[in-house]
């Protein structure tokens, strides 16, 4: 029994190892797409700036042709001028020339205003596009890593699984049923090595006579709190 008990707290230890692999294989592509949600963020970043600055010139075209309308429509105001006789109507003709003038004002400075604004985006833009391409070598090599690492857990995976499958013939079958039943429904783990008539799993103490006869080693014990296979050894007791 004693070496049977042995092979299994063994086949634990790989089985936690393989667990700890599986789930490290796992994490590969979810740290890849991490990394790409980032890029993604800067992409979309800077793809806004390009829309701001398409707004923009669109903006400023606009704000020329209304210009360049209001002072073909002074210069037929100034030329029917000439014409008027009427006092009010040549005030009201003046005022409107006046106000046209305003308005041009008006544009001319939000055409300043636009260039303004697109000048600070293409400097940002500038500073985007070389951290979007350090970025994107960051993400590359990063990536190389994962996938290297990956590939090596997968290999360690493969050799843990056939050391597996030979330790699993060496160990009696109706035990190794028990082992995976209480590893089921134990979260995992089916073996508590006891240390001080404690069980080193769920902390509590082993009855006197149970930890006497563990010591035996001669039979199969089940910790009488948390039900898995209890484990004794002799160095560890000592140590
Ligand atoms: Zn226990």
């Given at each position: 029994m004693k070496e049977q008990i042995e092979l299994l707290v063994k086949l634990q230890e790989e089985d936690r190892e393989a667990d700890r692999l599986k789930w490290q294989i796992r994490q590969g592509p979810?740290?890849?797409?991490?990394?790409?949600?980032?890029?993604?963020?800067?992409?979309?970043?800077i793809e806004a700036d390009e829309r701001r600055i398409q707004d923009l010139k669109k903006s400023q075209r606009?704000?020329?042709?209304?210009?360049?309308d209001g002072l073909a429509h002074t210069r037929k105001s100034r030329?029917?001028?000439m014409n008027i006789?009427?006092?009010?109507?040549?005030?009201?003709?003046?005022?409107?020339?006046?106000?046209?003038?305003?308005?041009?004002?008006a544009k001319e400075d939000m055409i300043l205003s636009c260039l303004e604004e697109l000048e600070g985006l293409n400097e940002e833009l500038e500073t985007k596009g070389k951290s979007l391409i350090?970025?994107?070598?960051?993400?590359?090599s990063e990536e190389t890593t994962i996938n290297k690492e990956v590939a090596r857990f997968q290999e360690e995976l493969s050799d843990m699984e056939k050391s597996r499958k030979n330790l699993i013939q060496t160990i009696d079958s109706r035990l190794l049923a028990k082992y995976k039943q209480i590893k089921a429904r134990s979260g995992g783990i089916a073996i508590a090595l006891v240390y001080n008539a404690t069980c080193s799993e769920c902390h509590l103490s082993i009855p006197p006579q149970m930890y006497n006869e563990l010591q035996k080693q001669d039979t199969l014990k089940l910790c009488p709190h948390c039900q898995r296979i209890l484990y004794w050894k002799k160095a560890e007791a000592a140590a």
């Open positions: 979810e740290r890849i797409r991490v990394l790409g949600k980032e890029l993604q963020t800067i992409e979309e970043d606009q704000y020329e042709a209304d210009i360049e030329g029917r001028l006789k009427n006092n009010r109507e040549y005030r009201a003709l003046l005022k409107e020339i006046e106000e046209t003038k305003k308005e041009n004002t350090a970025m994107q070598d960051r993400i590359k």
